[in-house]
């Protein structure tokens, strides 16, 4: 039943989007729409999280008469999907709860309400297909109403050619899918997910699919090479927007991925992991060193998604590997921490894209060289996306963390495995992760060091206001879910344990009763980790320390300026920028990754002018793989454009010719 | 239980309280290799009193995130001290982090000491923990090397498990083992700022890195943030005798008098090690900051060699 009542929830959503295109003119409508979103979507996550806990029948399957006539659109909640619906909707919901407060500042609201109920309906649906037909009609749907949503402040240049690109690859891995979905169903078009399962594909020909899926679930997930639409698009669009495609939407991705390879493709071969795992450790250490290159907040963000994303594929490669050489117990953690990282990182993601909207709210600014200083003028704000921070560099204690201690724990099993080419890649892909948590917490020092720390950039930054107690409310809210997601881990991974049991057999064991709440994924004696005891200690050790120093040292405090080894500079130029912050980094690694240089200008003695110091930096991949597409686009395009001005003769002779080589290509055929 | 809260009680004073007498001996023995006098051997004792008891002198531009760092950096330190063995393994609490755990806590106070050194806004602060994240991006991937070969030969990445396997000596001398010890050693020795990677005596010169990121504290906060130094030093000399000579270590409900050899060892331990990098640093000069990645980078690829090394032996 729970199906039906997810269907109507969808439904209102639905319903909702022309209704916001009525309203969007009255003062009000911005409210109405948003609080209407965050109701339904609170049911939505009930009805999940229902799901999810076995309250419905997984196998209760609602067909509808839409879509392909001898079909219609089958629509069910199995665990997967369920806990994907728990995400998609928690994630909707706080979105819904900051645009209480952030959406009224929206200059043009008719341009964002009627797609952002739209969105998130198509997000439902998604995860909640049960025929091909309907997920690639949904995953459309999803992709076109963001693509609205992007290019919502249409008048700005930069967000229009994020709209197109992210149109073109959006387009491009729609095909993808459909290529990979046609070659499931075979030559009788068995669209049904249920008729994929049954029948068991070639290795050649799943081996297409998996590929084919690789590309069109990953490039909406950002996977690299597939990304560079990912943090042109998500910055550009309203903040509470860009949380939920990056926070949520790229998890909808990763469904797409796990659906089709882990559920539809049948049993895995233990090659398909390296090349999941391969992936996922590129993509995890370019999305986070494209990161630390950045000075705009939001696409600094939108990189480490990119980098997230990595993570997840890690471990979902590591599930299959496990799956594959017959290791359900240890697929079961893998694949555990690869979805409890989607879990966390739709948590902070969403919170971190909430405080950049607020810090846009306030100063107008995106590009952090401008900022600094907004810790005295938004101390909330700062808080929060402290908390964000500290989760999503993966310290403890918050949740974060937790998800990539049961990635490594995974790795550590696997010497286990057979196969000699994993036997080289995961030591490998190990070595990246470890890079990209470290470089992570780098990027994010900077994030935070160089927008909220230190003395005002700009006057825009000294003159910053506190966000409204709505959009607090919806950072609060997801800064508490990272602690208790990161002191509480073992009832967030009982809660994934249907999951496991639907897809690898088995689900890690039962973690919600050990002594003192530790988690265990295997056994004591090997590894555990108790995030409870360990910020109990935490908090324990500082206040003591704090309250022995204060009464029985001295708490006497003085303020005075800066000491700054005696030469303390008035002008807040003389602190350290985010490109100054990432210097040492960018020569370690940029030299040889984004081919680095810095120019140096210094004008001769006795001239006037500045000198300068340019940094130059190029983006490899888009110099490899898209721009020589591009232009052999354009290439084509302009030859082509000869077509155009034919005579009427020629158009028909052009026909004629046509038609003569198909029917001979025809006849030679048969 | 009481037996076992106290003995997890004494680990957490013994760690706190032996700290600053490691730093005062490794600086004294480092004073004799100069042929200096050098400060007396409770010095930091000193240092540390007389800084907690002056008042603080905090920047105008400095936000509360300043003022309370200095009590996170000390905890998450102290923390991560007390859960590596010293004296005895398998203690009440010692399965709450394992070691992974306990280098992401480090992680997590140098993650906030860097933060402090952007907080007032100079530019030395701002040196500091750029150069600070630098070192740590490449010191903590290969530190999990190091983590990922340990506990691939130990079957566990538990300290005490670990500590427990290596005193079995079942698995001999290994190659994976050597370079894991190699790379360990180039890691503590930029994690603690040390001789080659950076200077801690002093911080007036332009390739200083901890010094400069903690520049603008002063009275306590400055007492605790040289505490932590002094703790983190003494977890990595612990952390290398529990793994590599966890010779008298007290297992779990060992004797009293197990535990006090255990004690006895440990000193002896902590007098070696900090002996040990007394020399190591009188004998070299500090580097370039532009050389630190080389002479890191050897130790991530040590560590993933020995990673390496052990996943394909495993099979064999």
Request: glycine share 8%; aromatic share 10%; proline share 5%.
């Amino acid at each position: 039943m729970m199906v039906v009542y997810a269907l109507y929830g969808v439904a209102a959503l639905v319903v909702l989007a022309p209704v916001a295109i009525a309203l969007s003119a009255s003062p009000r409508g911005t409210s109405v729409v948003y609080g209407a979103s965050l109701m339904i979507t609170l049911t939505q996550g009930m009805i999940a999280l229902l799901s999810l806990f076995g309250y419905s029948d997984p196998s209760s399957t609602v067909t509808l008469p839409l879509g392909l006539p001898w079909l219609g659109a089958h629509f069910r909640i199995d665990a997967l999907a369920a806990f994907f619906l728990v995400v998609v909707n928690l994630g909707g919901a706080s979105a819904s709860l900051f645009a209480l407060g952030y959406g009224r500042h929206e200059h043009s609201p008719q341009r964002v309400l009627p797609f952002y109920p739209a969105y998130l309906a198509a997000m439902n649906l998604v995860v909640m297909a049960d025929d091909a037909f309907s997920f690639l009609v949904s995953w459309e749907f999803m992709s076109l109403t963001s693509w609205a949503l992007v290019i919502a402040h249409h008048r700005i240049s930069e967000n229009v050619r994020a709209g197109y690109i992210y149109l073109l690859m959006a387009s491009f891995g729609t095909l993808a899918l459909l290529l990979a979905f046609g070659l499931l169903a075979g030559a009788d078009g068995n669209y049904a997910f249920d008729a994929m399962r049954a029948s068991h594909p070639s290795a050649a020909l799943a081996a297409l699919v998996l590929v084919l899926t690789i590309v069109g679930a990953g490039s909406k997930a950002g996977v690299v090479p597939l990304h560079a639409w990912l943090p042109l698009a998500h910055p550009a669009a309203p903040s509470h927007v860009s949380a939920l495609m990056s926070g949520v939407m790229t998890k909808v991705a990763v469904y797409g991925l796990v659906r089709i390879v882990f559920d539809l493709l049948g049993p895995p071969d233990w090659w398909w992991s390296m090349a999941v795992l391969a992936v996922g450790g590129i993509t995890a250490v370019m999305g986070v060193l494209y990161a630390l290159m950045q000075h705009d907040l939001k696409r600094l963000l939108a990189y480490h998604t990119v980098e997230n994303i990595g993570i997840i594929y890690i471990g979902l490669g590591l599930a299959l590997a496990f799956k594959a050489e017959g290791m359900p117990l240890a697929a079961a953690l893998a694949l555990t921490a690869g979805l409890l990282h989607v879990f966390n990182h739709s948590v902070f993601k969403s919170l971190l894209f909430f405080g950049a909207g607020a810090v846009l709210n306030a100063t107008g600014e995106r590009d952090m060289e401008h900022l600094g200083g907004l810790i005295h003028r938004m101390p909330q704000t700062a808080f929060v996306f402290l908390v964000g921070c500290v989760a999503i560099s993966a310290l403890p204690p918050l949740n974060g963390f937790v998800s990539e201690w049961l990635t490594f724990q995974a790795i550590l099993l696997s010497p286990q495995l057979p196969a000699w080419g994993l036997k080289f890649l995961v030591p490998a892909v190990g070595a990246l992760l470890a890079l990209s948590a470290a470089l992570a917490a780098a990027c994010f020092v900077k994030a935070f060091g160089v927008s909220f720390l230190g003395r005002a950039r700009t006057p825009a930054a000294a003159q910053a206001q506190e966000t409204d107690s709505n959009s607090l409310a919806a950072m609060y809210f997801l800064a508490a879910l990272c602690l208790v997601a990161g002191i509480l881990p073992g009832f967030f991974i009982d809660a994934l344990a249907p999951v496991t049991k639907s897809l690898v057999g088995v689900s890690m064991p039962h973690q919600a009763g050990v002594e003192w709440l530790s988690i265990v994924p295997i056994a004591e004696s090997r590894s555990s980790y108790n995030g409870l005891l360990v910020f109990i200690f935490v908090l324990l050790a500082g206040s003591t320390a704090a309250f022995a120093i204060h009464r029985l040292a001295s708490d006497k405090l003085r303020r005075g300026p800066a000491w700054d080894c005696g030469y303390p500079d008035p002008s807040p130029a003389t602190q350290y920028t985010a490109s100054s912050f990432a210097q040492p980094i960018r020569r370690v690694y940029g030299t040889s990754v984004f081919r680095a240089r810095e120019i140096g200008e210094i004008p001769p003695p006795g001239a006037t002018t500045p000198a300068r110091l340019t940094v130059e930096l190029r983006d490899l991949i888009w110099d490899a793989a898209y721009a020589p597409v591009a232009e052999a686009i354009g290439y084509a395009a302009e030859k082509l454009n000869y077509l155009q001005f034919l005579t009427i003769r020629q158009y028909l002779s052009l026909v004629f010719t046509a038609l003569v080589i198909l029917l001979l290509v025809l006849a030679i055929w048969q | 239980m009481i037996r076992d809260f106290a003995l997890q009680g004494a680990q957490m004073l013994l760690v706190l309280l032996l700290s600053p007498l490691l730093t005062g001996f490794v600086r004294k023995v480092k004073a004799r290799l100069l042929r200096r006098q050098g400060p007396p051997l409770l010095q930091p004792y000193l240092d540390l009193i007389r800084l907690m008891r002056k008042d603080v002198v905090l920047a105008e531009s400095a936000s509360w995130l300043f003022r309370v760092i200095p009590y996170i950096v000390v905890a998450g330190t102290w923390v991560a001290a007390s859960l590596v063995p010293t004296f005895g393994s398998g203690l009440m609490f010692s399965w709450s982090a394992d070691l992974i755990a306990i280098i992401a806590l480090l992680g997590s106070a140098r993650f906030f000491l860097a933060l402090a050194g952007l907080d007032v806004g100079t530019s030395f602060g701002g040196i500091g923990s750029s150069r600070e994240v630098m070192i740590a991006s490449l010191a903590e991937p290969a530190m999990l090397m190091i983590v990922f070969t340990l506990a691939l030969i130990a079957g566990s990445t538990q300290l005490s498990t670990m500590a427990a396997y290596m005193l079995s000596g079942e698995e001999g001398l290994r190659v994976s083992l050597g370079l894991a010890l190699l790379a360990l050693i180039i890691v503590a020795i930029a994690e603690n700022a040390r001789i080659p990677i950076d200077n801690p005596a002093t911080h007036l010169e332009l390739t200083m890195v901890h010094e400069a990121m903690v520049l603008e504290y002063s009275g306590r906060h400055l007492a605790l943030i040289d505490l932590s130094s002094e703790l983190k030093l003494l977890l990595y000399i612990s952390l290398i005798g529990c793994l590599f000579a966890p010779w008298g270590i007290a297992g779990p409900d060992a004797s009293a008098q197990a535990h006090a050899i255990g004690v006895v060892t440990y000193l002896a331990k902590l007098a070696v090690g900090g002996f040990l990098l007394a020399v190591f640093e009188t004998a070299i000069s500090k580097m370039r900051v532009f050389r630190v990645p080389a002479f890191l980078g050897a130790a991530l690829m040590l560590g993933l060699l020995a990673t390496l090394l052990m996943f394909v032996s495993r099979s064999l």
